[in-house]
């Protein structure tokens, strides 16, 4: 029978099981960072490419809670936070022109048709790109600082 002595074993698996008990804290931490961030630059961008008037377009904007699944967290955003403006999709995808159907209970002769069709500001794409870029070099940060506290 052979057998194996490794000395210094029992340091390294100290540190696997601080890491895996910080590790979650620091995880949802940083991803509650990282939200406040998209949130803030989904509104700055709302507000460079739609008319001030335009009402309360950015209300809506939120996150669900973070839920964890064994390693993986994971968040929703939701543009359209409710019943109060359900029309952030209209302005990002576009939409057709249609003509009202009726106006004060009655019907209008040619109403209901399309007249036209407005282009969407693609708001989202933009920001989901930059956001990528940054997100690698936070996702770095945070494993150094778990490495950081796992040698202590």
């Not at 960072?33 to 490419?49: A, C, I, P, Y």
């Not at 064994?70 to 019943?83: I, M, Q, S, V």
């Amino acid at each position: 029978m052979i057998s194996f002595d490794f000395d210094g074993i029992e340091e390294i698996e100290e540190q696997l099981e601080a890491a895996a008990k910080k590790f979650p804290d620091l995880a949802e931490s940083t991803l509650k960072k990282e939200q406040s961030e998209f949130k803030k630059d989904m509104k700055q961008e709302t507000w460079n490419k739609v008319k001030k008037g335009t009402g309360n377009i950015v209300k809506g904007f939120r996150f669900d809670k973070i839920y964890r699944f064994r390693a993986d967290f994971e968040t929703n955003f939701l543009a359209e936070g409710g019943k109060k403006n359900p029309h952030f999709h209209l302005i990002n995808n576009g939409h057709e022109m249609v003509t009202p159907v009726s106006r004060k209970g009655k019907k209008l002769k040619n109403g209901g048709q399309t007249v036209g069709f407005v282009h969407g500001k693609r708001i989202k794409e933009p920001v989901i790109a930059k956001w990528h870029e940054k997100h690698a070099e936070r996702a770095k940060r945070m494993l150094n600082r778990i490495c950081e506290e796992a040698n202590k």
